[in-house]
């Protein structure tokens, strides 16, 4: 079946980058997204990327994935107090003809100064 | 340009009442939409997707319902709450033309059953 897994937190230095790692199952994904959320709040697309790129970058944020491996990172450069949230991963799946999206259970990222 | 919405913010309901969450979609026609929960500290579990007007596909079989009256609405519902529903709900869209693998969020319900 589908998985999606994550580490659950991460620590870094303000100004340092911070790089979010992520794990999927379904080979078939058509497109992997990572998702920001803030406290309280619904979540905001960041970026998203097609599988048949390595690479995507987007100003700050830069997006590895490895197909092989089904391994998905975001790394955020010069990171910010602002970034502290909880990142999402998800894989994009077909179930029943309809797209849906496979979420991790998020990384908590705390940037202190 | 789309934004979607979400009522109540906040709610706190007994143990046995009814529920009923509103979500609703602007400025796109005929979106794909979702219903998911958040469990506190967890991922997101997706509960309910619609394709159309009174087309809903449930995920999981729980104590909740959906429905889809208007193209734009979407209603999450329950007739009666157990603690276990207790959670963030976060409703989604996803257009069907142009950008359709940008699946987009509410602000969320946060749903306290007590």
């Known amino acids: 079946g589908e998985d999606v897994e994550q580490s659950l937190f991460l620590s870094v230095r ?13 080979s078939s994904s058509t497109y992997l997204y990572w998702y920001k959320q803030e406290p309280g709040a619904g979540l905001q697309l960041l970026t998203y990327i097609f599988s048949n790129m390595d690479m ?22 010069d990171t910010q107090t602002g ?21 991790g259970a998020g990384t908590r990222l705390a940037v202190h100064p | ?32 939409l979702y219903w998911y929960r958040q469990a506190a500290g967890r991922g997101l579990q997706l509960l309910f997707y619609s394709v159309g007007i009174g087309q809903i596909s449930s995920e999981v079989p729980q104590n909740l319902s959906a429905s889809r009256p208007q193209d734009r609405q979407f209603i999450l519902s329950s007739k009666k709450l157990l603690l276990s529903d207790s959670g963030f ?6 257009p069907i033309a142009g950008r359709v693998y940008e699946q987009y969020f509410g602000p969320g319900t946060r749903l306290t059953v007590t």
Not at chain 1, 14 to 26: A, Q
Not at chain 1, 91 to 103: C, D, H, P, R, V
Not at chain 2, 89 to 94: E, F, G, I, P, V
């Open chain 1, 56 to 77: 995507k970058q987007d100003q700050r944020l830069t997006v590895l994935l490895n197909k092989k491996d089904k391994h998905l990172s975001l790394r955020i450069a």
């Open chain 1, 14 to 26: 303000e100004g340092d980058s911070s790089v979010i790692n992520c794990t999927y199952t379904d």
């Open chain 1, 83 to 103: 970034d502290s949230a909880i990142y999402f991963c998800a894989e994009s799946t077909l179930s029943g003809g309809y797209n849906k999206l496979i979420f």
């Open chain 2, 1 to 32: 340009s789309q934004t979607i919405h979400q009522w109540p913010a906040t709610l706190v309901q007994p143990v046995g009442s009814p529920l009923s969450l509103e979500c609703t979609v602007e400025g796109t026609s005929n979106p794909n």
């Open chain 2, 89 to 94: 709900y976060l409703c989604a869209w996803r």
